[in-house]
């Protein structure tokens, strides 16, 4: 089901163990189900002796390419890499080879995956689809190269273990406390995804060997993660799995405990969390007034984003409803593990610009109160591996301006890098006024007066559409996207509508207001009309970065006419029709398309497995179709642009012997779909 390593499977790889780690473990079957699970430590070994069984080229190929997967989401990237090759060599297609080239940037082997990127482009027929990637792979080279001069350093904590160790955070007489599944925590069973144990907080000293569990009322047996504590260490805030009901998926929500005299307190939720939304990796600001966590709310900009609530005592609760930071912070991808240092913000990125999995980046509040434009810490702090989860103190040479060799910051963040004791590991940094640079010739003129710079918000914008493996088939792989030249952007802003034509590249260029709400619709003939939102507010007036640069993409869908298309993630309880939560995401953005898109009509299909009563499973669809008609309706629909259709079991998906079909098999035959009728 849902669960928050499945979210970000696609982009993020090991630091899906990171956030995963708020699922339940599952029964294991067989290699494929152990996958479909996110048992990928478990899934290893059965889906290997699954390949060698195989006889089918295309058998080996999708076999190959799941233990790349189950390789890459525990960290073994060096295996994923081998694997997704095996795949590719079994025809599996372009996905095989684009994870072999995120593995080489994952391997730091920068100029190969260049040239794997350019390679993928050239496979799919879009030179667009990894422009970024190529892009940064010259950037980290660059990196690379200047890092020795960088005044930073990085060595592992004696208390590491073979296990994964992640998220340190300060405590009382210089020790720290960090998440780890190594021996000793409170669980008694191991997580599939990696085979070891649950997540449970210790604490070490930093020049430990060793480490002891965290207080018995705050670990738990299932995971417990990044955890913060105010400037006293008599408030802890912590992120815990939990389920909205018994049997459920869990999700991560975030708790507060206070220390008492006999301990810390019973943990309590904090207020305005909503069922079925992670929220995780809580940081408190040294005044104890903001807490900024990161959450996967829909209301946000896009993945993981960082959000901020401001505490007030009068409110029941006692904080203020939390506000998503602004969009020179976040971005499309995930923005998590954030941490304060005085008036500085660490978190790690995979949206930003940087090395491969997710980087460290710092961002201030400026004296406006917006959020400074955030900077790459680049190497030997940020890697091609995950990074993230930086706290540091700052050192200042006293009675004189810092030289080169003096202590500017210090502390500890973690990373899943190559050579490391375990998954993920905790590293000390320092960082060091660094030695003058030669200096350089200067040929220019000077001029007595400063140049007057000039603020701009720039934002750059591709309209595109997906390339299907089968051009034919909307239910077919997506291979990439491409340009759709032609297409027109209505940008709506202030009550006021400004229409742009892009050019043969998909791409529309225009200068934003700023403290402007905007909103882009784009649509061409023959493709459904999709919009997106974007928000000015809160971009500062950088002086060091006085031209703000974003880019959007809009992705327009082909119109397939009487072509049935998969509703993703639309599930039932046994023997009953009604929406579960976890559908509703889903059939929420089919009612926003269907808004967009106001003159065409749908047929809302479901489809039950083989498995029961022909005449059961045919009236268990229909009222399954008309619940999910029922639902859009309810969401503003038009009754007469939607119609409703059980079909039971006679159009199954996969066509298999009943009593051998699997798991997964009977899965794609329960399906939900819809058709545009005209």
């Known amino acids: 089901m849902v669960d928050e390593g499945r979210l970000l499977l696609s982009v993020l790889g090991m630091i899906g163990l990171l956030l995963g780690s708020c699922s339940p473990v599952s029964p294991i079957k067989d290699g494929v189900t152990a996958f479909e699970r996110k048992q990928y430590f478990s899934a290893i070994p059965l889906l290997k002796r699954d390949f060698e069984r195989a006889r089918g080229r295309s058998d080996k190929g999708r076999l190959a390419y799941r233990i790349a997967e189950s390789y890459r989401n525990i960290g073994d990237y060096a295996s994923a890499h081998q694997w997704y090759g095996i795949a590719y060599q079994y025809n599996y297609g372009p996905e095989a080879l684009k994870g072999q080239a995120h593995m080489l940037k994952r391997l730091e082997r920068y100029a190969e995956a260049k040239e794997a990127f350019r390679n993928l482009s050239i496979e799919i027929g879009s030179p667009y689809e990894y422009r970024k990637e190529m892009a940064a792979c010259e950037i980290a080279i660059g990196w690379l190269a200047s890092a020795k001069e960088s005044g930073w350093s990085v060595q ?131 005044d104890g007034q903001t807490l900024l966590f990161a959450c996967n709310d829909p209301e946000g900009w896009g993945g993981y984003d960082l959000w901020m609530m401001r505490r007030n005592p009068q409110l029941e609760g006692g904080w203020e409803e939390p506000k998503v930071l602004s969009r020179n912070v976040n971005t499309p991808g995930n923005e ?79 990373s899943n890098r190559p050579g490391g004791r375990g998954g993920d590991d905790i590293y000390y940094f320092e960082q060091r006024v660094p030695p003058p640079k030669p200096p350089k010739t200067d040929t220019t003129v000077a001029t007595p007066t400063k140049p007057i710079i000039s603020f701009k918000i720039l934002l750059e914008g591709y309209v595109l559409e997906k390339i299907l493996a089968d051009p034919t088939d909307p239910n077919s792989r997506v291979l990439g996207r491409k340009p759709l030249p032609g297409a027109r952007v209505d940008v709506a802003f202030r009550d006021k509508n400004q229409l742009i034509t892009v050019d043969d590249n998909g791409f529309f260029r225009l200068e934003l207001a700023e403290n402007t709400d905007y909103t882009f619709t784009a649509a061409k003939e023959g493709y459904l009309t999709n919009n997106l939102r974007f928000s000015t507010r809160g971009i500062p007036r950088d002086s060091a970065n006085p031209v703000q640069i974003f880019e959007v993409e809009i992705v327009l869908d082909k119109i397939f006419r009487n072509r049935e298309i998969v ?50 499973n045919q009236t268990l669809s229909q009222r399954r179709a008309q619940s999910a008609v029922n639902y859009l309706i309810a969401r503003g629909i038009d009754p007469a642009r939607l119609t409703a259709v059980g079909y039971g079991e006679t159009q199954p998906a996969v066509n298999c012997p009943c009593n051998r079909c699997t798991e997964a098999e009977h899965q794609a035959n329960r399906r939900t779909t819809f058709k545009i009728l005209d």
């Open 336 to 414: 998590l593990f954030p941490t304060w240092c005085a008036d500085t913000v660490f978190f790690a990125s995979d949206g930003h610009p940087g090395m491969g999995g997710l980087d460290i980046f710092r961002t201030y509040k400026m004296a406006d109160n917006t959020w400074a434009t955030p900077q790459n810490l680049k190497p030997p702090i940020n890697s091609g591996a995950d990074d993230f989860g930086l706290i540091a103190l700052v050192h200042k040479p006293q009675h004189r301006p810092p030289q080169p060799g003096d202590l500017l910051l210090s502390g500890f963040f973690t």
């Open 567 to 616: 509703l993703e993630n639309i599930y039932y309880d046994f023997d009953k029709w009604d929406i579960r939560p976890d559908a509703e995401p889903t059939l929420n953005r089919l009612a926003e398309m269907l808004q967009q898109n106001p003159g065409i009509r749908i047929q809302l299909g479901s489809h039950t497995d083989c498995r029961g009563d022909n005449a059961y």
């Open 156 to 286: 592992p904590v004696a208390f590491n273990s073979p296990q994964n160790d992640f998220s340190p955070a300060f405590y009382t007489e210089g020790r720290l406390v960090f998440s780890s599944d190594r021996p000793g925590a409170n669980s008694k069973k191991n997580y599939g995804w990696t085979g070891n144990k649950f997540m449970d907080l210790f604490v070490a000293a930093p020049d430990a060997y060793g480490a002891q569990p965290f207080d018995v009322r705050i670990n738990s047996t299932g995971n417990e993660g990044s955890i913060a504590f105010n400037r006293l260490f008599t408030e802890v805030y912590f992120s815990r799995a939990v389920g909205a009901y018994k049997g459920d998926d869990q999700y991560c929500k975030l708790y507060v405990s206070t220390r008492t005299e006999d301990g810390w307190s019973e943990p309590s939720p904090l207020p305005y969390q909503k069922e079925r939304i992670n929220y995780m990796h809580p940081a408190l600001s040294p």
